[in-house]
């Protein structure tokens, strides 16, 4: 490990996560105009933020940095895909890894893995998805920061995971074993027409909460347990592109799917900028 890598990943396994996530939740949602506006034209300058298709392109109006953070886009600013068959992606970002499930073992980067029993909080629903299809999808700061759904989807559960919040940058992800199976996350469970899909919103430092369209704000959490809520018997349907969740502050999205019934994209690898509505895969049965 490079000294430099060292010195931003060490740090992280004492830093107070929640806390310091708390502090930030706070901030995001400062009325101050002073504050807000000069946060977010660093933010624009540093991550060369485009502003070009967003609804609103005056920073100065939004109301809070959190706003700007989750704002919305114009229309058809990201078509969706409508070939048949195909799966949109859910979100703007780069693909961290995409591939197949081994076992019960999904690939995190070299040297690491973590099984899908802990990153679903061993619900029962992981023997869904052994030997499947994965995608591992990276939020940066300068990134839209909805998600939405891959496909037709009806739900089914959610489920909270309580865990850490390191840092989800490609050298944590490099160095952190387990990593997404140790941050925080919110399980969403669907019925699609490629059978069981799960997209899983995952946590990370200074994301300030996580939130869905159904429910609101999941984290911060109320507690230290898992949490499970059951969508069984409510219509909930969610369209192709349609709106799922958002990030309050950047992190990692993952999408599981069964073993044979879908396939990714064959140009897509690690590093593969993304936009959401472009085709990620195809389903196959």
């Not at 300058?45 to 809070?64: A, E, G, I």
């Not at 704002?71 to 048949?84: F, G, T």
């Not at 802990?118 to 990134?143: I, K, W």
Request: overall charge positive; charged content about 20%; hydrophobic content about 40%.
């Amino acid at each position: 490990m490079k000294f430099t890598d060292a010195l931003k990943i060490y740090p992280q396994h004492i830093l107070p996560h929640h806390a310091l996530s708390a502090i930030m939740y706070a901030a995001t949602r400062s009325n101050s105009t002073l504050f807000k506006n000069f946060v977010i034209r660093q933010v624009i300058k540093h991550y060369k933020v485009d502003m070009s298709d967003t609804l609103v392109t005056d920073y100065r109006d939004f109301q809070t940095f959190n706003h700007f953070f989750t704002r919305a886009l114009k229309p058809n600013a990201r078509p969706i895909c409508s070939e048949p068959n195909s799966i949109a992606c859910p979100v703007d970002g780069a693909v961290s890894q995409i591939g197949e499930i081994e076992n019960n073992q999904i690939f995190q980067a070299k040297g690491h893995s973590y099984s899908l029993q802990t990153l679903l909080g061993n619900d029962e629903s992981c023997e869904d998805f052994r030997d499947g299809a994965f995608a591992t999808l990276y939020l940066s700061p300068r990134d839209y920061h909805r998600i939405h759904s891959p496909l037709n989807a009806k739900l089914i559960k959610m489920i909270h995971v309580p865990g850490k919040l390191f840092s989800v940058n490609s050298v944590t992800t490099q160095y952190v074993p387990e990593l997404f199976a140790r941050n925080e996350r919110v399980v969403c469970l669907f019925k699609t027409s490629a059978g069981p899909m799960a997209v899983i919103l995952v946590g990370a430092i200074f994301v300030s909460s996580i939130e869905t369209t159904w429910a609101g704000t999941i984290t911060p959490p109320n507690g230290k347990h898992i949490q499970n809520w059951d969508y069984s018997k409510a219509a909930i349907n969610l369209n192709k592109g349609g709106e799922l969740g958002r990030f309050n502050m950047g992190s990692t999205a993952i999408l599981l799917f069964p073993k044979n019934t879908i396939e990714w994209q064959s140009e897509l690898k690690a590093e593969s900028k993304i936009q959401m509505g472009q085709c990620l895969g195809k389903i196959t049965h």
